[in-house]
């Protein structure tokens, strides 16, 4: 009895000693995700003061080059040809300009000062004395005190966009006498869009998003082009539901300070890890925010550690009671109580695994051409652009889309899934005339779309449609009743010919809109939970022209595309599937049972067969009601359950003819059939153990 003790004790001790490792590894595992995404955030801070830095200096050197042109006092079609020059090197420039203080370029002459401004057309040039006085302009006036200056954004007029102006001051020698003197103002001034661009070029992953803020915490360059266009601060976004937080940013960045700091948007119930950088040479500061998982069952490793941690402990468990059990019970007792536990251990292990797969958030699927940001469109087209030039040659048309669906249904046979909503597009009638409004579902067997509405506000014509449209899907229900499915929907425009590319119209949401918020909430069912949707680019990829000279979406087009996740509801199909299952498992049991505790050896055989024949024949029925009822390509997680049962019928009926002529040996005779009986649950649940870690480790 002593050696059984110490085996137990040495199973305690392993099993121990293993689920504290594997927690350490689970601790070191969650803290060096965190870490990672730390120092990835610190690295792609430092990367992207760095490059904008370098770019701000390449700027500098501009001015210093315009103050050169200003020291010649050239003419004014001489200085013309030269900022021409300079705006033709730098395209991130929407204009630069020279303006000469009073009488400085000319003792005769009061004001002097040419600018030039790219134009869509090319450049245009002229004296700013013609339209302002600009001695009272904020911009030369405070340069004079010797330091360069940065504005605000603003409107320019003459270029039609958001933009910011640097102003340098130079000094030369005063006509008259020749003492040395502010001689006037060099100025650049750069394109916001330029800013977002070369933010947007950084090495970020889609869940970083970085902003550039000036000291007095107005945003320069976003995300969401009307934040830029409504030139709005820190202040007032920390107005906004569940933004309040945004006023230590603020506080921070007024106070010229950088910094480090978690946020949490309470509207949208995320957390966001920020740093704040300075630029130098500026007054400007980089702000990265880094979207923080609050769900860390997100990578296949942690869940599969979780599993092994689980097992250990179960297995640390049982050999701690056992030798209690041993101790003050009967032998039988101890070994009842023990085979009781160690069932109620593996149904919990069992029921463990599911729940972890249940809420773990780890993606069945990668998508590369994620667009549900702003952001993130902005960077896929300026890649696009790069890696695919031949397709933005011929100046393609960009058409905003968006989807609403508010029915979901899928198939008897789930092979394919009806969906019916809303869609509707946007065209700015300045830039496309002539492109005639229409949406076409390209991945549809059937479709049916009706206009409802046209409308047209500040020339950008909004047209809707009502849609129906029944999509092919290939659902993989190897894990059901556990099963999450995808959903692709792929739109394009009705005009085959032309170069237009749809975007999502991604404005046309709340900000604080769900990860589902092309979805109608009422649109989910009985059989069906929808998890999130977001819209994508597919990159054509064919190996014919289709006879069009010079088609445009054979190689690498984008196709605008939706994808939906859904996850199955488990609480039905899982009780329907394993009712009958454990019905019939507790009814072996009892043949077991009725095995051990018969007085009649003589008939017991013919008995078992008649019983156990029986219930194989349930067992079938039900098994063939299971596969009609899911008509699944592949053998499921739960069918193999039915193949176990099979095997455990038969291993029932072999025992019971063992038994009946008194053959088998000690593992069947023993104590009336004892062995089986005790065993019974834990093997079979032991089997549904290792069955389920097979489909879900």
């Avoid at 609050?294 to 689980?310: E, G, K």
């Avoid at 101890?334 to 292990?349: D, K, N, V």
């Avoid at 909430?521 to 990829?541: C, G, H, R, V």
Wanted: glycine share 4%; proline share 4%.
């Amino acid at each position: 009895m002593r050696y059984i003790y110490l085996l137990f004790l040495l199973i305690f001790i392993l099993g121990t000693c293993g689920a504290a490792y594997v927690g350490n590894l689970l601790y070191h595992e969650f803290a060096t995700t965190k870490h990672t995404e730390y120092n990835q955030l610190h690295k792609e801070s430092v990367n992207g003061v760095q490059a904008l830095s370098a770019k701000i200096k390449s700027l500098y050197n501009v001015t210093q080059t315009i103050q050169h042109i200003a020291s010649q006092k050239s003419s004014a079609a001489e200085i013309d040809t030269q900022l021409t020059t300079i705006m033709q090197e730098n395209k991130s420039l929407v204009s630069c300009s020279i303006a000469f203080a009073p009488y400085m370029h000319d003792p005769n002459t009061k004001f002097f000062s040419r600018r030039v401004v790219r134009t869509g057309d090319g450049y245009i040039t002229y004296a700013l004395e013609e339209t302002e006085d600009y001695t009272t302009a904020e911009w030369f006036r405070k340069p004079q005190r010797g330091t360069p200056a940065w504005s605000n954004p603003f409107f320019d007029t003459v270029s039609k966009q958001l933009a910011i102006r640097y102003s340098y001051p130079f000094f030369m020698a005063d006509p008259i006498t020749q003492y040395e003197h502010f001689g006037g103002v060099a100025n650049i001034t750069i394109s916001l869009i330029e800013l977002n661009h070369l933010i947007m070029s950084m090495s970020l992953d889609k869940e970083t998003y970085g902003s550039l803020i000036d000291e007095h915490g107005i945003i320069l360059s976003h995300t969401a082009e009307d934040i830029l266009n409504q030139e709005r601060n820190l202040d007032t976004l920390a107005r906004e539901p569940g933004k309040k937080d945004l006023l230590q940013v603020s506080t921070l960045i007024q106070h010229n300070k950088e910094g480090e700091l978690t946020i949490e948007d309470t509207f949208q119930q995320k957390l966001f890890r920020i740093i704040i950088k300075k630029v130098p040479d500026t007054p400007w500061f980089l702000m990265f925010m880094h979207l923080e998982h609050t769900n860390m069952l997100n990578t296949h490793l942690i869940v599969r550690l979780l599993i092994l941690f689980m097992l250990l402990v179960c297995i640390s468990t049982l050999s701690f009671i056992t030798p209690f059990f041993i101790s003050f019970l009967t032998p039988q007792k101890a070994s009842w109580l023990c085979a009781i536990c160690c069932s109620i251990l593996l149904t919990g292990a069992i029921v463990f695994i599911w729940s972890l797969d249940i809420m773990s958030n780890i993606p069945s699927a990668e998508y590369s051409n994620i667009v549900d940001t702003e952001l993130a469109l902005d960077r896929f087209l300026f890649f696009q652009k790069k890696s695919n030039p031949q397709i933005y040659k011929k100046d393609p048309h960009f058409v905003p889309t968006g989807i609403f669906i508010t029915a979901l249904r899928v198939s008897n046979d789930a092979s394919t899934i009806t969906i019916g909503g809303q869609v509707w597009q946007k065209y700015d009638r300045t830039k496309y005339k002539n492109d005639e409004p229409g949406v076409v579902f390209f991945n549809a067997t059937d479709q049916a779309v009706e206009k409802i509405y046209s409308t047209e506000k500040n020339a950008i014509e909004t047209v809707g449609w009502r849609f129906r449209a029944t999509i092919p899907v290939n659902f993989n229900y190897l894990k059901y009743p556990f099963d999450e499915q995808e959903i692709t929907i792929s739109l394009g425009h009705k005009d085959y010919l032309s170069n237009i590319i749809l975007v999502p119209d991604l404005s046309a949401f709340r900000p604080d809109s769900s990860s589902k918020a092309e979805i109608d909430p009422s649109a989910e069912n009985a059989q069906w939970i929808i998890k999130e949707s977001y819209p994508f680019y597919q990159l054509t990829d064919f190996n014919t022209d289709f006879g069009i000279k010079g088609y445009t979406q054979q190689k690498g087009f984008p196709h605008l595309s939706f994808v939906i996740h859904i996850r199955r509801q488990f609480v039905y199909p899982l009780t329907a599937s394993a009712l009958p299952v454990i019905i019939i498992l507790f009814v072996v049991f009892s043949i077991v049972l009725f095995t051990g505790l018969a007085t009649n050896r003589t008939s017991l055989a013919t008995e078992v067969i008649k019983l156990t024949a029986s219930i194989f024949l349930g067992a079938a029925v039900a098994h063939q009601t299971f596969q009609r009822s899911l008509q699944s390509p592949v053998i499921t997680y739960f069918e193999y359950f039915y193949f176990l049962l099979y095997a455990v019928i038969l291993i029932t009926a072999i025992n019971g003819m063992l038994y009946a002529y008194n053959r088998g040996g000690l593992v069947v005779t023993y104590g009336d059939n004892f062995i089986p009986r005790l065993l019974y649950w834990p093997v079979t649940l032991c089997m549904c153990l290792l069955l389920t870690l097979y489909f879900f480790y």
